[in-house]
């Protein structure tokens, strides 16, 4: 900082990265306070020799700067203070025959960073120093695993604690798309250890047991694991007329809840019709290709052990993908400059192997696509909590959006399957049920099979969004029509579902 650009600041406002202090003869004692809240948030300036009057600022000096210097400079530095050892880099300034310090104090590799106990953790907002909350506080602990914790074993894990139908479609999806993958034909087990879902001792990684794992494995690990979606009916939970109209069940994992959801987006964007069970081809340029870019960032960017739920809200004028935990780079340079910063990069590893994610760093260039395509902005905000990236809709869009909501509104979504399914049966039904006609064709198949051959590992949402649809509608027949749970029921098209197949 030049001595012109500090006294232009002088005469602006303190703000996040930028604080003034009187400092004449001493240091006052709320700088520790200040130097706390820089290191936890994003580094700052703290400028002494300079007095407060309302809002205005008068450069007063340093009486003993020398003295003043090695105090605080030693104090960061002896680690008796602090519970780390900081430092900081100072410059000297003369304005008008006063000295005036200015020291820069970065963001810490290391935090919380707080002075005597861990209550006087801060952070910076705004112009001011704020005591940091438990949950931020925690937040800040948590980010010290950064990149690392999906990557640890779980200890007293197998691949048998794996959900095996999401193991078997993501596998089947990964020979599917990525034929060249170099574990593809290797037996499951070390194709589990080569991707990472499992370590060379059998048990699972964290990531692997998040991606695939069964509910109980997972809820006995990670008992706060969940994704939560919501398609709300207005702007706001305040204007809408119902709190939802849509909301997605609890999934046993990561892969399970991307099935869904990605199904669902489908309804909110342009998109070319492809029977693809993943709902984009490797050369789509569509919209939803843009939404599954932010999608597949989203869970694997996620903090899942935070107490927080990643939650992405359809509204009618925009989609937000909300996550706990912060971006840990600048949001200035986000459209700028490629970051490769997962923080669980097995996760992206995993979307990667199944040509579902682009290579690292390049994935927030797809997700912008949407401003060309649409002409509406995606933006970006992140605190040490949470992170949210909205998608903003075109005016024809937020028109179908409200359409979709509209069209749901009767009540909010059950618990049981057969709620959901008169509530859902009249929503987008031909598409999803031209790809089950599809899948099917002239030949008969259980309820595993047809999962099979959609690569859709989810039995409810074939049987909630597909099947049950389809079989209400004439285009599927039961082999059993009298006993719909019979253990060897099979389902096969009509007359009707054979002339609209594709």
């Given amino acids: 900082m030049t001595k012109e650009e500090l006294e232009k600041r002088i005469n602006e406002i303190e703000w996040d990265d930028f604080e003034m202090k009187t400092a004449q003869n001493k240091l006052p004692n709320d ?69 005036v310090l200015a020291f820069y104090v970065p963001s810490s590799l290391c935090k919380p960073v707080y002075f005597g106990s861990s209550i006087n953790t801060y952070i910076r907002t705004g112009s001011g120093d704020r005591r940091a909350t438990d949950m931020e506080a925690m937040a800040m602990l948590r980010d010290q695993s950064f ?6 074993p779980v200890e007293g894990t197998s691949i048998k604690d794996l959900n095996p139908i999401s193991l078997e479609t993501y596998h089947n999806h990964v020979m599917r798309f990525n034929p060249s993958f170099p574990y593809v034909d290797l037996p499951m087990e070390q194709f589990c250890e080569k991707v990472g879902i499992c370590t ?114 359809v509204y009618t004028n925009r989609i937000e ?25 097995s996760l992206i590893r995993f979307f990667r192997y199944a040509k579902l994610g682009e290579n690292a760093g390049f994935g927030i260039d797809k997700m912008l696509t949407w401003e060309k395509l649409t002409g509406k902005n995606v ?60 899948a099917i064709r002239e030949n008969v198949y259980s309820m595993f099979e047809i999962q099979r051959r959609l690569n859709i590992s989810s039995r409810r949402y074939v049987l909630v969004e597909m099947l049950t649809p ?6 599927v027949l039961r082999a059993y029509p009298d006993k719909p749970r019979h253990p060897k029921q099979r389902y096969y098209l009509s007359e009707k579902g054979l002339k609209l197949v594709k």
């Avoid at 290191?39 to 407060?52: A, K, P, R, Y």
């Avoid at 001792?201 to 997972?218: C, S």
């Avoid at 119902?242 to 199904?263: G, P």
């Avoid at 075109?394 to 509209?406: I, K, N, W």
């Fill in 147 to 152: 990149g690392s914790r999906s990557e640890q």
């Fill in 200 to 313: 060379s001792k059998g048990e699972l990684t964290f990531g692997g047991m998040l991606m695939f794992g069964g509910r109980d494995v997972v809820q006995s690990h990670l008992g706060n694991f969940w994704i939560d979606y919501l398609e709300i009916p207005g702007t706001s939970y305040s204007d809408a007329k119902v709190r939802y109209t849509y909301r997605l069940q609890e999934q046993d994992n990561i892969w399970e809840s991307y099935q869904l959801i990605i199904q669902r987006l489908r309804n909110f964007c342009d998109n070319p019709y492809m029977a693809l069970p993943n709902g984009v081809g490797p050369e789509d340029e569509s919209q939803l290709y843009a939404l599954r870019e932010g999608l597949v960032n989203f869970c694997a960017h996620s903090d899942y052990f935070s107490p927080m739920h990643p939650t992405i809200r």
């Fill in 379 to 438: 933006d970006f905000k992140s605190d040490l909590v949470c992170s949210t990236v909205t998608y903003w809709f075109s005016d024809q869009a937020s028109g179908q959006a409200s359409g979709q909501a509209g069209g749901q509104a009767g009540g909010q979504v059950s618990e049981q399957v057969s709620e959901q399914v008169s509530e859902q049966v009249s929503e987008q039904v031909s598409e999803q049920v031209q790809i089950l006609v599809n």
């Fill in 470 to 475: 389809a079989i209400e509608q004439g285009y």
């Fill in 321 to 345: 993908f909300q996550n706990p935990g912060r971006f840990m780079f600048p949001l200035e340079e986000i459209r700028t400059q490629l970051h490769s910063l997962p923080r669980n990069p």
């Fill in 31 to 99: 700088v520790w306070e200040t130097v706390s809240a820089f290191s936890n948030t994003s580094g700052g300036w703290i400028v002494l020799g300079v007095h407060q009057h309302g809002k205005k600022f008068d450069v007063v000096g340093c009486d003993d700067p020398e003295k003043i210097e090695s105090d605080f400079l030693n104090t960061l530095r002896n680690g008796q203070k602090f519970n780390v050892k900081l430092t900081a880099w100072g410059k000297k300034y003369n304005i008008d025959g006063k000295i």
